[in-house]
């Protein structure tokens, strides 16, 4: 069974920076695929950005150029870099990992608030 933590949201003004942190308890982190996803008010969940095992990355068309999403396999962790925030992405924010042998587990979400 895997336990993500996720931790650095809250409350900060547009175009503003904040860093979403989600730690994995698990060892077999390096063979994971980390995603980050966000569900908007009122909307489904949608899926941000997405890191591979060996580095790769993908984004949603809508952060492109503003977040960024990189991992450090010695702390079991990945992270969200989100620069020149807008009010359109508060939302709350959810740590998603995925592997062969531990199938999908998911973090508790957690709030990012842009507003003046």
């Known amino acids: 069974q895997v336990q993500l933590v996720e931790s650095g949201g809250g409350l900060v003004q547009p175009g503003g920076s904040l860093r979403l942190s989600c730690v994995h308890s698990?060892?077999?982190?390096?063979?994971?695929?980390m995603n980050w996803h966000r569900r908007l008010p009122g909307k489904e969940r949608e899926l941000v950005a997405q890191?591979?095992?060996?580095?790769?990355?993908t984004y949603a068309d809508s952060v492109k150029g503003r977040f960024a999403i990189y991992r450090d396999n010695a702390k079991n962790t990945v992270y969200l870099q989100m620069n020149s925030l807008k009010p359109e992405d508060t939302a709350v924010y959810y740590c998603?990992?995925?592997?062969?042998?531990?199938?999908?587990?998911w973090g508790t979400g957690i709030p990012v608030t842009v507003s003046s």
């Open positions: 998603h990992a995925w592997a062969p042998t531990t199938g999908h587990s």
């Open positions: 698990r060892t077999i982190f390096s063979l994971t695929v």
């Open positions: 890191i591979s095992d060996g580095g790769t990355t």
